[in-house]
């Protein structure tokens, strides 16, 4: 309804495999080359994405790709190979770092970053690479590569005028979920403010296609389409300043998106947290990142830089989530 249905499918979904296709402990830890904990947790939150490290580990990509130069599909597929393949006790992920710029222009090897930017840029990345070799793909078969087939929903824009009580509805496709938490103390809270109409006055007034001029209305965001991999960032920049908000958030291990649907009736949709991301430090500017991911053995683990660290639910449970990921 309302939305353009695409034109060919670049990655079909029923090939997309959540579960692991074999258990073992976790791969070892990433050296940090001195301001690279942004890029260490990312990558191993991805590498322990069970059906993004299912498709990287079948070589599927690399074997058709023909890119010349960069190609953040095949870097990441040659990284998830070493970290859950080769011995070694601890992995440089060189390549991440030599083509950083290609990334995200942003980013500097030698200069602190920050671990939503990265894994913004990095989904972005793979996501180029995804459409390279396509030339003129309509936008919505845009949102059928593996990264959108994984990652990706669709979120509703409801705009009801006030004053005729027109209502207008879009859709845009997401990779991630941006949440404010400035005045919620959980994850469901901060997800059922993020559903919750907001009214459009004064410089915020948009336009009605029937009154024709601008007026005072309501705007609700709903999921329209749920991803199979649910990427939430806790926004801890409280202002431009780097002040940070720095209390705990709770978050469950499994989390019902149904609720925030645009249609709420139905069964349950049923998520399961598998990483999550923590920035510990005084201000957004500073600090230091690490991470907690589920391994295919099915235990939790601490992954900071070099150390990999075995731990329980509690302990994961506990933290100052950043970013959040949950699988269906």
Known sequence: EGMALPQRILFPPEEICMDWQQRQRPGPGLLNLGNTCYINVILQCLTYTPPLA??????????????????????????????????????????????????GEEFEPDMAGDAYEFLRCALEAMQ?????????????????????????????YRVTCLRCQAVSDSYKAFLHVLLDIKAPSSLTTALEDFVTPKKMDGKYCLKCSKCEKKVTSSKRVTVYRVPKVFTVCLERAADHTGKKISKIVEYPEYLDLRPYMSDTAGEPLLYSLYAL??????????????????ASNGLWYKMDDESVDNCGIHAVLRQQAYLLFYAR
């Open 277 to 294: 991301v923590v920035h510990s430090g005084d201000t957004c500017l500073d600090g230091h990142f690490f991470c907690y991911t589920k």
């Open 128 to 156: 180029r690479a995804c459409l390279s070799g396509s030339s003129d793909v309509d936008i919505s078969s845009q949102t059928t590569t593996i990264i959108h087939q994984i990652f990706g929903g669709f979120l509703k």
């Open 54 to 103: 299912n498709y990287l580990l079948s070589r599927d990509h690399s074997q058709l790709c023909h890119q010349q130069g960069f190609c953040m599909m095949c870097i990441m597929e040659a990284h998830v190979r070493k970290v859950l393949r080769s011995s070694a006790n601890v992995i440089w992920p060189r390549a991440v770092v030599r083509d950083l710029k290609f990334i």
